[in-house]
């Protein structure tokens, strides 16, 4: 079963279940997925579901940080359950180890000897890593390795 019919299954779940909020989330996902199959023209594969979902979960850990520096713990909470509805549907991620292991990899594989060859490391990571791995601390890991 593909990660869309996945979804699916789940929302169907919590209606049953009358789980509101997980719903809630589900449906916002599914309005997301439908959306970018209208704009775009596309069926959805499993890697362009995990691009949303990836998309929606940073979304959310944006928002609980503004919401908890502008003191709305209630709202950062109500992001918070969203964000456990969406992270359980991503792969699981790996560990730091294995993640400098693919970045040295990567260098090696492109020949990158500066920051100047970012780009090309970043372009062989995006999607060995995607949805396993937060980008931002890949992408921090790729410019410590290029400047050493």
């Known amino acids: 079963m593909g990660l869309k019919e996945q979804i699916t299954e789940d929302m169907k779940a919590a209606m049953r279940a009358k789980d509101t909020g997980k719903l809630g989330t589900i449906r916002l996902l599914t309005a997301a997925m439908k959306q970018k199959e209208v704009d ?14 990836e998309k929606m979960i940073k979304q ?4 609980i940080s503004q919401f908890e520096a502008g003191d709305r ?17 991503m792969p699981a991620g790996l560990s730091e180890d294995e ?9 090696a594989a492109t020949g990158a000897a500066g920051a100047q060859d970012m780009g ?7 999607p060995k890593l995607a949805g396993r791995a937060d980008m931002t601390a890949v992408s921090a890991l790729v410019k410590a390795a290029l400047s050493s």
């Open 60 to 63: 959310r850990k944006d928002s």
């Open 73 to 89: 713990q209630d709202l950062a909470d109500i992001e918070k359950a969203e964000l456990a509805v969406l992270a359980a549907y």
């Open 120 to 126: 090309k490391v970043m372009g062989v990571l995006k």
């Open 40 to 53: 775009e023209r596309v069926e959805l594969t499993d890697a362009h579901v995990l691009a949303i979902i």
């Open 99 to 107: 993640i400098k292991a693919e970045v040295q990899a990567a260098v």
